[in-house]
């Protein structure tokens, strides 16, 4: 069983609308959660990182963080074709001492001009 | 965000030669070092941790003696790919990290293509 699972996609969302992207994590123990968006042929960049239940908006961005159900969510206001990209979604597992990450497989998302 | 470099950005070489990978974190001293490998349409994959000064760990599956790694400073490790193989042709990426900063930041990556 994977331990970050996130649907490929490709997502595909008309230019000005709400991207809604999903991952679940399987160590319920977890405490820190990241979104990194990644551009073809490019390396991962951070966007948003999550350590409490709720909601924590930067600009477009909104992450989405459950705990008890194991769910965490990016969404994009307003998407822009330059939005384009696969997101990844990150976990650090509970204990351990190092800042070691559990990558989702990431979903490619296509916004539409 | 950290400012981290990596070269070369693209190397080919001939099958059986050896590559290094240099990665600088240059805004800050970085205790841990992650090296990820990334095959075309996949994800992030975890090749080895190692911490300054110390042996790396390596993943499961991942060949020690091939990759071998180097992390003799708080702001250079470096990644050997040992007598290369077309099936080692992918995206190398390194990411330091700082002991108690749980952000975790990449460098911006090393395409090698072997032939």
């Known amino acids: 069983q994977k331990e970050v699972e996130q649907n490929s996609g490709p997502l595909s969302v008309p230019e000005g609308a709400i991207a809604s992207l999903n991952c679940t994590y399987s160590d319920r123990g977890s405490q820190s959660f990241f979104w990194y968006r990644q551009y073809s042929g490019k390396s991962p960049e951070l966007i948003m990182s999550?350590?409490?239940?709720g909601d924590k908006e930067d600009g477009r961005f909104t992450a989405q963080l459950n705990k008890a159900s194991q769910y965490v969510s990016l969404l994009i206001r307003d998407s822009q074709p330059s939005d384009s990209a696969t997101y990844l979604c990150?976990?650090?597992?509970?204990?351990?001492?190092?800042?070691?990450?559990?990558f989702g497989t990431g979903t490619l998302l296509a916004v539409q001009p | 965000g950290a400012v981290v470099s990596q070269h070369p950005s693209r190397v080919i070489c001939k099958s059986g030669t050896s590559v290094k990978i240099e990665c600088r974190s240059l805004d800050f001293q970085a205790t841990t070092m992650f090296w990820y490998r990334q095959f075309p349409k996949q994800s992030l994959m975890l090749m080895a941790t190692s911490n300054e000064g110390s042996k790396a760990t390596y993943e499961q599956g991942v060949e020690k003696d091939k990759f071998l790694i180097n992390h003799a400073s708080l702001t250079l490790s470096t990644l050997t790919v040992t007598s290369a193989h077309p099936e080692d042709s992918s995206f190398y990426i390194c990411?330091?990290?700082?002991?108690?900063?749980?952000?975790?930041?990449f460098g911006p990556g090393t395409r090698l293509l072997v032939l």
């Open positions: 990150a976990v650090k597992p509970y204990g351990g001492a190092t800042n070691k990450l559990i």
């Open positions: 990411s330091p990290s700082l002991t108690g900063r749980q952000t975790q930041y």
């Open positions: 999550i350590y409490s239940n």
